[in-house]
């Protein structure tokens, strides 16, 4: 049997609706109908059962059954910022980065990054993280911002792991093997980065990582260093 499909709201009660592009989803796309069972997420690291009780054209009623607290989340914290990617490739990242049990995505824009952002796309990337959420049975969707890339350094400082992935190091400084405490890797756009934002990265308490002898497309790094981190604090073993 399916596990019951998995919705977010802002407020768990006795009776709750579902409006807005959730129900769209329930409705329309799930075809769910009156006694169908479903799962409720309201960002507190809960899960609740509830049951559809009735069905309108702008809303869907659902009485809440149960509750109960989720082991899926993430022991520790880990952060990605990643180079603002051309095409749907962030898109592709943000995903799997839900996935990988990231808390926290910082999209940032630096000298060699072609791409750009908007709200409508940073809108679509909160969507995303949602439904991998959803799909992965994580009970918090990680939020998604996006920040120049000074200000990227500085929202990095509260962790006490920084690694720089860094295409042009011949040796790296830190390790992907050993992770102490929340931990925050950067990863460029497609161009990369230059000398002097490494610098800075440096002076800002990061470490430049090496991922080998082989150039890296840009959303391979950032899986790649996200599955190592993941692996070396628990989250895949």
Do not use: W
Not at 107 to 128: D, P
Not at 136 to 163: G, M, N, S
Not at 198 to 224: D, N, S
């Amino acid at each position: 049997m399916a596990a019951p499909k998995r919705f977010f709201i802002d407020h768990v009660e006795e009776e709750v609706f579902l409006t807005g592009e959730e129900l769209r989803h329930a409705k329309n796309v799930l075809r769910l109908s009156v006694g169908d069972e479903v799962t409720l997420l309201d960002g507190s690291g809960k899960e609740f059962s509830a049951i559809v009780t009735r069905v309108e054209r702008e809303k869907m009623l659902l009485h809440v059954t149960g509750e109960r607290c989720s082991d899926r989340e993430p022991r520790r914290e880990i952060c990605l910022f990643l180079g603002a990617l051309k095409g749907d490739k962030t898109e592709l990242v943000v995903q799997k980065a839900v996935e990988l049990g990231v808390s926290r995505i910082c999209v940032f824009s630096s000298r060699y990054c072609s791409a750009y952002m908007n709200e409508n796309k940073l809108a679509r990337l909160a969507r995303v993280s949602r439904e991998a959420a959803k799909q992965c049975l994580r009970t918090l969707a990680p939020p998604v911002e996006y920040l120049e890339f000074p200000a990227a350094l500085e929202a990095a400082k509260a962790y006490d792991t920084k690694l720089f992935a860094c295409e042009f190091l011949q040796k790296s400084e830190g390790t992907l093997s050993k992770i102490e405490g929340s931990c925050a890797v950067m990863v460029g756009s497609e161009g990369g980065f230059c000398e002097e934002e490494f610098a800075l990265a440096q002076a800002a308490g990061f470490r430049g990582i090496t991922l080998g002898k082989r150039i890296l497309r840009a959303e391979t790094a950032a899986i790649a260093c996200l599955a190592l981190i993941a692996y070396a604090v628990g989250e895949l073993g």
